[in-house]
């Protein structure tokens, strides 16, 4: 072939390249809570990889992650990164609710679409009306319901409850305190820390005199890992319950699987082999060998960006006409099932999933020997 017809051909196929559709990841990649996060975007990553490899697609994805650290100043920065550039059409993000409330505003004043993967505080979509904001997993009111519900209903009627101080704590706090109340049980004490304590020898001590059934921490894995581990030093016998924030493997590692035994914590969806496409999802990104486990929320960060993939595909890379269709979202069919939002563009995910630490893993509650009465929690 001489060169001139070389020329050609290379032109010849360049014209047939896909455009480049750039899509946001922010999550924390490092810090405590980093295992949800790699997760979190390697799950995203794994549906960009699917839609590249499928010739029906019309554009050429990627993914650009970047690590809010679970700080809601850093998230504010990396947030105004990724929406000023304006060759990304739209964002996967944040599992920290203190980040992702520190961020809503930027996404609104930059007009990017974003679809929240794991963050549960009810103001990142009820305290706005942004119609850029999107959620595709549940609130902490769902799952502080059925975590309150859940213990009064196994005889448990005297609490403590220990949270951290962000937004994100003091929203588990408001609404665990509000339907425990309303489910007969008794809060002993409601203690705030900061989510950068080591030491709580002061505030366990106390709880220690109070002799409470249940110590219910609101907060993450890095304090509740510290928590837990404290309470075995003092010797604090009460059962611990914990929020969606705890359910990672980051949490038993930390305490060690025979001080993580019996702990609780609550998650909005099924578990991910239980989901309509978990297995599909489990078998494809097992087959890329992550690094990582796809941990709690992976799933549903797969979700959230098929369905901005989707959008795209439909409207092309425009961001207005991305979240005009992702506002619109009714009965859309995902691996998590299908999903829809409401005025606020939060999904409506009705089922809470309960789980138990049992031999080293997270189980669900009526998988467990606990629920067959085979092991007994502490108290009972």
């Known amino acids: 072939m001489g060169l001139a017809a070389l020329s050609w051909s290379l032109l010849g196929g360049s014209a047939f390249a896909k455009d480049v559709v750039k899509i946001a990841f922010i999550g924390p990649l490092t810090g405590g809570v980093s295992s949800v996060g790699l997760g979190g975007r390697d799950s995203a990553d794994?549906?960009?990889?699917?839609?590249?490899?499928?010739?029906k697609s019309k554009y050429q994805y990627q993914l650009v992650a970047f690590d809010s650290e679970c700080k809601p100043n850093i998230g504010v920065q990396v947030a105004t990164q990724?929406?000023?550039?304006?060759?990304?059409?739209?964002g996967v993000t944040n599992f920290c609710s203190?980040?992702?409330?520190?961020?809503?505003?930027?996404?609104?004043?930059?007009?990017?679409p974003i679809m929240v993967w794991g963050a549960v505080l009810p103001d990142v979509t009820y305290g706005n009306n942004y119609k850029e904001v999107?959620?595709?997993?549940?609130?902490?009111?769902?799952?502080?319901?059925?975590?309150?519900?859940?213990?009064?209903g196994l005889g448990y009627r005297k609490f403590v409850i220990i949270h951290d101080t962000t937004d994100y704590g003091n929203g588990h706090d408001k609404y665990f305190s509000a339907a425990l109340t309303k489910d007969g049980g008794k809060i002993l004490a409601d203690i705030g820390v900061s989510a950068d304590q080591q030491d709580f020898t002061?505030?366990?001590?106390?709880?220690?005199?109070?002799?409470?059934q249940v110590v219910y921490f609101g907060g993450l894995t890095p304090v509740g890992v510290r928590i837990r581990t404290q309470m075995?030093?003092?010797?604090?016998?009460?059962?611990?319950e914990g929020t969606s924030g705890i359910k990672s493997d980051a949490y038993i590692s930390g305490v060690g699987p025979a001080l993580a035994e019996g702990s609780l914590s609550f998650l909005e969806g099924a578990p991910t082999d239980k989901l309509p496409g978990g297995a599909y999802f489990l078998a494809k990104y097992n087959a890329q060998k992550y690094a990582e486990p796809p941990e709690a929320y992976g799933a549903f960060a797969f979700a959230a960006t098929n369905l901005i993939i989707d959008a795209v595909e439909k409207d092309g890379p425009n961001r207005n006409k991305v979240r005009n269709t992702l506002n619109k979202t009714a009965n859309a069919d995902t691996i998590i099932g299908k999903v829809t939002f409401d005025d606020h563009r939060q999904n409506i995910v009705p089922l809470i999933t309960k789980y138990v630490v049992q031999d080293g893993k997270w189980v669900v509650w009526e998988d467990s020997q606990y629920a067959k009465g085979q092991r007994k929690l502490k108290g009972l």
């Open 134 to 152: 999107h959620r595709i997993n549940g609130t902490m009111i769902n799952q502080n319901d059925v975590a309150a519900k859940f213990m009064t």
């Open 98 to 112: 203190a980040v992702a409330m520190a961020s809503v505003d930027v996404y609104h004043r930059f007009h990017l």
């Open 202 to 212: 002061t505030e366990l001590t106390k709880i220690r005199e109070l002799k409470p």
């Open 232 to 240: 075995e030093k003092l010797g604090i016998k009460a059962q611990f």
């Open 82 to 90: 990724a929406a000023s550039d304006e060759s990304i059409v739209a």
């Open 46 to 55: 794994l549906a960009v990889r699917l839609r590249n490899a499928n010739p």
